[in-house]
């Protein structure tokens, strides 16, 4: 029998094929039956983008339809909309009709009550007195909590029905009264019950009054899984997903060229997260190393094979752990006033946290800065605007770009630079610019946009595929 508890998240495109991973994940037995383990569910895919609004795209769900125009109903319409979508769900994935009306009397309670909130608030801020602007957080929460309730419950029924005793822990704090910090939620939640013999299955959203989405937008649900990791002691955290976490994307390089990771350490993780990838949350990340919890990321549909394993520190040979790419936004401000004078880093780093833009990466010389940024060009604009208020006599020059970055450890003794940059040459791809730190963690190498995938397949070649040395 093992000792101690496991916390495991999945996600919304897992989650939509809970049937295919009853047996092999939620009944898998190794010692403890189904029990000694904690799942964290996110809303089944593709529910949070009719909720709240498409994540790739923008396009409105209900929120951003209820934002942009509050004193119509197309958002009563998206709200019908992803109701319909959510039934479609949980009567695909319940067999048995008592299950089925079950779940449509909860998806109906929830639906209408939401329904009902937005109609009182559209009611309420007709008069002068009331802002729904001071609203809209909660709004944006109240939603986001309606998709994850939903499968939270869609899988304890699953469960029940094969004889689990499965019990829905749900944080979205429906009509609750009470409005608690995030510890007293997840405590007075998780209070009673029994790991041994209790499978829980919670909800990836929490009501709190520090307000999850306000920091983290849709990424709250590692840090709430993370959370519970660490008040619960849990002996390991584990993050389940569609694939394995390789040397690439497969689709750029191909199956048959990446290699699983298998064992990395949270340095390696935190760069792949600043990178864009969704391996795991970085404040998710910082929660586990504090707290001293592995982290192992699965293949979900992969049941046989361990994944890779994420610890505080790995005693390993430098290697090449990753190469990914993604496009970003150079920002470029040119001042040969600013020799000698400090400030206008600091002037320049404001302008890019108050509009929000996300930086990657940045490099500088004696009058120029450059930072790589989340190529949003409305908000850039906006950066731009201030930066001119701020230093009329600037240049500033914006241009899209690939970032091409290998990951891993002690790379420079690999002589990544060199290696990557003779990879590039030889497959044709104009260099921009190559950037590579002292600790040798991660090796960024600047191409054209166009050339982001032959750049990853080029450099993967080079320094995973023709082996390390």
């Not at 029990?35 to 895919?45: D, E, K």
């Not at 979508?85 to 089925?100: I, P, S, V």
Request: hydrophobic residues 45%; charged residues 25%; negative net charge.
């Amino acid at each position: 029998m093992t000792t101690g508890h496991t916390v495991e998240k999945i996600g919304g495109t897992s989650i939509s094929r809970a049937d295919e991973l009853m047996d092999t994940l939620f009944l898998k037995s190794d010692g403890d039956g189904p029990y000694s383990r904690v799942f964290v569910v996110s809303a089944f895919g593709g529910i949070t983008d009719l909720l709240l609004e498409h994540k790739k795209s923008g396009e409105p769900g209900v929120y951003g339809h209820f934002a942009a125009a509050e004193s119509d109903l197309r958002w009563s319409e998206a709200l019908d909309r992803a109701a319909a979508r959510m039934g479609e769900e949980h009567a695909r994935l319940l067999d048995h009709a008592a299950d089925r009306q079950e779940a449509d009397e909860f998806l109906r309670d929830r639906i209408e009550g939401a329904r009902s909130c937005l109609l009182d608030l559209q009611r309420l801020t007709s008069y002068g007195h009331f802002r729904l602007s001071d609203q809209m957080l909660t709004i944006r929460e109240l939603l986001s909590g309606l998709g994850e309730s939903h499968s939270a419950k869609v899988v304890t029924l699953m469960l029940n029905r094969r004889g689990v005793d499965a019990r829905l822990v749900d944080l979205s704090g429906w009509r609750d009264e009470s409005h608690p910090d995030l510890e007293t939620r997840l405590t007075g939640a998780m209070e009673g019950v029994d790991f041994a013999c209790e499978l829980p299955i919670v909800t990836g959203y929490a009501q709190c009054r520090e307000g999850l989405m306000r920091e983290y937008d849709r990424g709250y649900s590692e840090v709430t899984f993370a959370h519970i990791a660490a008040l619960t002691g849990a002996r390991e955290a584990v993050i389940h997903k569609e694939f394995h976490l390789s040397s690439a994307d497969p689709k750029l390089v191909g199956e048959d060229k990446v290699v699983k990771i298998g064992r990395t350490d949270y340095d390696v993780a935190d760069q792949l997260s600043n990178l864009g990838m969704e391996a795991v949350h970085p404040n998710a990340a910082k929660i586990l190393r504090q707290a001293g919890i592995p982290l192992r990321v699965a293949n979900a549909f992969d049941p046989g094979d361990a994944g890779t394993l994420i610890l505080a520190e790995v005693d390993a040979d430098p290697r090449v752990e990753m190469v990914t790419g993604l496009p970003v936004a150079a920002l470029a401000v040119h001042e040969p006033d600013m020799v000698g004078v400090k400030g206008y880093d600091a002037a320049i780093l404001e302008a890019l946290t108050r509009f929000d833009v996300w930086i990657v990466s940045k490099a500088s010389n004696a009058n120029t800065i450059t930072h790589y940024v989340d190529p949003n060009l409305k908000a850039l604009r906006r950066v731009e605007s201030a930066i001119e208020k701020a230093f009329p006599k600037a240049e500033i020059d914006i241009r899209k770009v690939a970032l091409i970055s290998a990951v891993g450890r002690d790379l420079l003794k690999l002589e990544v630079p060199a290696r990557g940059l003779r990879a590039l040459v030889a497959a044709g791809i104009e260099v921009l610019g190559v950037h590579a730190l002292a600790r040798g963690v991660d090796v960024q190498f600047l191409v054209p946009e166009e050339r982001l995938k032959e750049a990853v397949a080029a450099i993967h070649e080079a320094l995973v595929e023709a082996g390390q040395g």
